[in-house]
């Protein structure tokens, strides 16, 4: 019965993850597709920053801790690159075809390097440079558990704070590039070492402790683009706020939030609605003067959720499965092949 205890508490901790991952779609969402305030407030350069911010901690928390449950660098790979590719291709060979682009447009994005100057991201394709930063530190972290076992996870603290410190030095508050940005995901990392004990009983106590509700606060204030110094901290107070729902139970109201089956379907589709909006903006349902961009706003969701539907359920799904399996096959390749010698 307590194992059976601990297992539920775990799948429930992973739930508010899932309702961070959907939250953080629908901020991305509202900051590229609405209006949030009046422009001199900046809240829509504020909320983009915050999602990504959100998005980043979580994708670094469950590499992290996958590969510290699963050595298994190949399984890895071959988990993500399923995940990610095909969706991410097809969007890709799509608008670059439409948009009449290069060869070295192309090679950039399919290789995931289009964030690496010389630029080759476009107007279609800009917000892709969150799937090279992602990519690039699948493979940086993939390297790191062949050459160095579970021990070279122990460096992601280091690793995070040499990156936010090169920041610092650079005066860089807000980038795309790979360099000056991936300590977000780092953070996510060291939250996931917290996760599993592997840095003390400290960072969990406190983060236990801390108030919530100013986590947020300095969190939304380090997204703001006047907020100066505080822009090095956002890596940090969004591994904290993740990490404070992870540790202990939250506020009702936050609680209520993560748990919300609304935001439990974001989060089941979000790749796709990422992936896809950046495209559909540059449509017709994007087009036109301000009045008449907004009007067509309900539409351009309808579309993109729909859209996002059936890439999650009917195109994306067979890879992940595809991908699963040859992993397996693989493994269990291997095994024999280690119990005939």
């Known amino acids: 019965m307590a194992k059976v205890a601990i297992a539920q508490a775990g799948a429930d901790r992973y739930q508010v993850l899932d309702g961070w991952r959907g939250l953080s779609i629908l901020i991305v969402l509202f900051a590229h597709l609405l209006p949030l305030g009046p422009k001199t407030w900046q809240l829509n350069q504020t909320a983009g920053p915050l999602g990504m911010s959100l998005f980043f901690t979580l994708s670094g928390f469950l590499i992290t801790n996958f590969l510290l449950k699963k050595q298994n660098v190949l399984d890895f790979l071959i988990r993500r690159l399923f995940r990610i590719v095909p969706l991410a291709w097809l969007y890709i060979v ?54 160095l076992k579970g021990r070279g996870l122990l460096l992601i603290p280091v690793l995070c704070l040499i990156v936010t410190l090169y920041r610092a030095h650079d005066g860089v508050h807000v980038a795309i590039n790979t360099w000056y940005r991936v300590d977000e995901i780092l953070a996510g990392g060291v939250l996931a070492l917290s996760f599993n004990d592997k840095l003390g009983e400290y960072p969990k106590k406190f983060l236990g402790w801390i108030n919530q509700w100013i986590l947020i606060a300095l969190l939304l204030l380090s997204c703001h683009p006047e907020s100066g110094f505080m822009n090095y901290f956002r890596p940090y107070l ?12 939250s506020s009702n109201h936050i609680s209520r939030l993560m748990n919300s089956k609304i935001l439990f379907y974001l989060a089941s589709v979000s790749y796709a609605l990422y992936v896809i909006h950046g495209g559909l903006r540059y449509t017709w349902l994007g087009e036109g003067e301000i009045i008449e961009r907004y009007i067509k706003r309900p539409l351009l969701f309808a579309v993109l959720f729909a859209l996002a539907h059936m890439s999650t359920f009917y195109y994306e799904k067979k890879f992940i499965s595809f991908g699963k399996a040859l992993s397996l096959k693989i493994q269990k390749k291997s095994q024999r092949k280690i119990m005939a010698n």
Do not use: D, K
């Open 94 to 147: 799509i608008v670059l075809f439409l948009a009449e682009s290069g060869i070295n447009q192309y090679l950039a994005h399919l290789f995931f390097y289009a964030n690496w100057p010389p630029m080759q991201l476009t107007s279609v394709t800009s917000h892709l440079w969150s799937l090279c930063v992602e990519m690039q530190f699948y493979i940086g972290i993939a390297f790191l558990v062949l050459l």
């Open 238 to 249: 969004a591994a904290m706020l993740v990490g404070s729902t992870l540790f202990r139970c």
